[in-house]
Structure formats: structure tokens, C-alpha cells
């Protein structure tokens, strides 16, 4: 008896662990030539953008910031950023376990 209760207590403690979701990071780095003023990062397939991340930051030409993601299932993510003249940078399906970004004018919309 005391067996099974210890092998439930251990087999519900594995799911719970395993059901829970992760929280994972992302580097950007601004190469530019303007500052970033919104960054946008969204779940792979969202119908729509989450919050700006940044907030009241601003992510000058020649910067970097690390962004936290907390509380998600899966490592991909679509971002998109906007700059001081309203460009956006747009990537789809960055694998923020794999990768970080550092966004160019090469990668304007």
C-alpha cells in the first residue's frame, strides 16, 4: 500500500513538472542605423501581436537587450520591430532556444 501511494505521489509530481511551461530568452541586437522603438513577440501562429515589449525603452542603433518570455509551451516565436521611422522588421518562427537576432536593414519589410 505504501508502495502505490509513493509511486502516485512520484508519477504526479513528474506530470505536473513536465505539464509545466518554460520560460525562455531573446537577444536582440540593433544593427540598424535607427533606434527600435517597439518590439513585438508573439507565439508562433498568433492571430495577433502581444504587448511591446520594450515598454518605455528604446533600443538604440548598436544595442542589444535580452528579453525574457515567461510561461510558454513552445521556443517559437513571431517578432516584429518597429523603428523611429516607422519601418518594421518582421521574423517568423525564430527559435528563441536556438537563436538570437541581430536585424539589419537587410531585414526591413
Keep these: 500500500m505504501r508502495l502505490k501511494w509513493l509511486f502516485g505521489l512520484c508519477l504526479s509530481l513528474l506530470l505536473a ?10 537577444t536582440i541586437t540593433n544593427s540598424t542605423g535607427f533606434d527600435i522603438l ?10 495577433e501581436w ?12 548598436g544595442a542589444s537587450v535580452r528579453i525574457t518570455l515567461q510561461g510558454y509551451d513552445s521556443p517559437l516565436f513571431d ?3 518597429v523603428d ?3 519601418d518594421t522588421y518582421t521574423f517568423w518562427g525564430v527559435n528563441v532556444a ?8 537587410d531585414h526591413l519589410d
Design 98 to 105: 536556438k537563436q538570437d537576432l541581430e536585424v539589419t536593414l
Design 38 to 47: 517597439y518590439a513585438y513577440v508573439s507565439p508562433e501562429h498568433s492571430d
Design 17 to 26: 513538472t513536465h505539464a509545466q511551461a518554460d520560460n525562455y530568452f531573446l
Design 50 to 61: 502581444e504587448e511591446d515589449v520594450l515598454g518605455t525603452d528604446i533600443l538604440e542603433d
Design 84 to 86: 523611429e521611422d516607422d
Design 79 to 81: 517578432v516584429r520591430l
